[in-house]
């Protein structure tokens, strides 16, 4: 388990100490010291840069666990501002700006940005719920930069390889295009907002699927090559807080990730294993040989009963992909009478690769009696009234409430290989249900995300065989080995992003 470790336990506790409270850590940690805040406000005195010219955009979600972390985060972001100087910074929180489910994906938000703040403020900047601001440092690292031109800072991540993610992008030479580590913060100057605003509202955005965000986003800024590239900015970080190199950082994360208590027993988890008789001798084995063992209640559908492994034919037939009629079929088995209740569903291709130690950690901070559904996010034609919708393959997870709330509707699949992930995606939408997202759940392999993107993480899912051997990738990433995790990768430099 993610907190098996006393040792962790202890430093979970201090973590949620300095949300709770909203202690500010100005520099190592002792930010009662007298002559520290002296020095930063000093800092905030003789900058130019008033903290009414920042705007915060905390990229937070409805669910009402995350609706918490962002306000503390939010109330963390107010509570150094008053201590520093009676002019307190604009901090908003995503979620409730507005009712357009498309404005997770940052661009159709920018005319709102650019018309409300335009003119009395100089930057933007956005980053998720458990990225740690220090105020001062942030305010030194701005006034390095002239606020009258384009600027869109960050810490650059970069592809090693061409990726199925990024469309491709850049085949020839992935690493030259550099892109923004969301959870270390992100920079827009004013100028370049106002731009990009304009070009929003003047040029429908053409984007269809909203896939990696942060990727998309940098993308559409560079307009290849008429706009401005990231600007790497050391300051941004995604070190733990109390490790030594955030001595100079500006943004850092919480270390060791905040707990919400017991992890979620195995036993209220039923997981579904879609498969089809083609793949029974080459991927359920994997499955088998890796993670099927930490589940209590688990069942293979098939579109033909193997008594050797075993599988369920729920009488769908095969389809080469979409998968819609076998996915409702496996909703209506969950609140049957023929399978354990439990508050929990997972539904997970028989090429997905998981950590259900680990998923039961992430379940703990979720209500069950809430509609939840929860995986990677991923979005279509978000700019024109479109949804999101958790991309079927990185694992999703349903509670029983959702469930029973979708088949109550009347939603159902317009064909058996319609793609089951956007259905639900669609009608959880017209349900006016959000989807929540976890980027600890892959639609790829490793491979297919940058090394440092994975760095800071503790991630729950991979998915994809190809040209990979499965079970040394899930040995490598999502394998549980509780006396080296305590002391060495959770400990060292990674969080969970929940």
């Not at 984007?207 to 401005?228: N, Q, R």
């Not at 017991?262 to 080459?282: G, L, R, W, Y």
């Amino acid at each position: 388990m993610l907190t098996s470790s006393p040792h962790v336990g202890q430093r979970v506790a201090r973590c949620l100490i300095f949300l709770s409270f909203f202690h500010i850590n100005l520099a190592t940690g002792n930010s009662g010291k007298s002559s520290q805040n002296h020095e930063d406000m000093h800092v905030i005195y003789n900058s130019q840069l008033d903290l009414r010219e920042i705007v915060f955009v905390i990229q937070s979600q409805s669910n009402s666990f995350h609706v918490g972390q962002a306000e503390r985060r939010r109330a963390d972001l107010l509570e150094q501002a008053r201590i520093l100087t009676e002019n307190s910074p604009m901090v908003l929180l995503l979620h409730s700006l507005s009712d357009n489910e498309g404005d997770w994906s940052i661009l159709p938000l920018l005319p709102y940005l650019s018309n409300s703040f335009g003119k009395n403020s100089s930057w933007i900047v956005f980053l998720e719920e458990e990225t740690n601001v220090k105020m001062t440092k942030l305010v030194e690292v701005l006034t390095k930069f002239d606020r009258r031109k384009e600027w869109f800072l960050g810490k650059p991540l970069h592809d090693e390889e061409s990726t199925i993610i990024h469309h491709y992008a850049f085949a020839e030479n992935p690493s030259v295009f550099k892109y923004p580590d969301f959870t270390a913060a992100w920079v827009l100057s004013m100028p370049l907002v106002v731009r990009l605003a304009n070009k929003v509202r003047d040029e429908p955005l053409k984007s269809d699927f909203t896939i990696d965000l942060k990727h998309e986003v940098a993308l559409y800024i560079w307009e290849s090559g008429k706009g401005p590239h990231l600007t790497a900015v050391p300051e941004l970080c995604t070190v733990p807080e109390d490790s030594p190199e955030a001595q100079d950082c500006a943004t850092t994360l919480c270390s060791p990730p905040p707990s919400c208590g017991e992890p979620v027993n195995k036993e209220d988890i039923f997981v579904a294993v879609k498969t089809c008789m083609k793949f029974h001798s080459e991927r359920v084995p994997v499955v088998k040989k890796t993670w099927e063992k930490d589940a209590s209640f688990l069942e293979y559908y098939s579109d033909h009963a193997d008594p050797s492994i075993p599988t369920i034919n729920l009488g769908v037939p095969n389809t080469e992909r979409g998968h819609c009629g076998k996915t409702f079929a496996i909703l209506k088995r969950f609140i049957s009478n023929a399978v354990p209740k439990t508050n929990w569903l997972l539904i997970v291709d028989d090429d997905t690769l998981i950590s259900l130690s680990r998923l039961q950690v992430l379940l703990s901070c979720y209500d069950p009696l809430e509609p939840l559904c929860l995986g990677e996010r991923y979005g279509y034609g978000l700019s024109q009234g479109g949804y999101s919708y958790i991309t079927g393959g990185g694992g999703m997870v349903f509670s029983r409430e959702a469930v029973v709330r979708l088949l109550k509707s009347g939603c159902k699949c317009y064909s058996d290989d319609a793609p089951d992930d956007m259905v639900l995606g669609m009608c959880l939408n017209a349900l006016g249900l959000p989807v929540t997202h976890s980027p600890l759940f892959h639609q790829a392999r490793p491979d297919d995300y940058a090394r440092d993107f994975l760095a800071h993480q503790v991630p729950i899912s991979f998915h994809k065989h190809w040209n990979i051997d499965p079970i040394a990738v899930f040995n490598k990433w999502l394998k549980e080995d509780l006396s080296a995790t305590a002391s060495g990768r959770l400990n060292k430099s990674t969080k969970t992003e929940l």
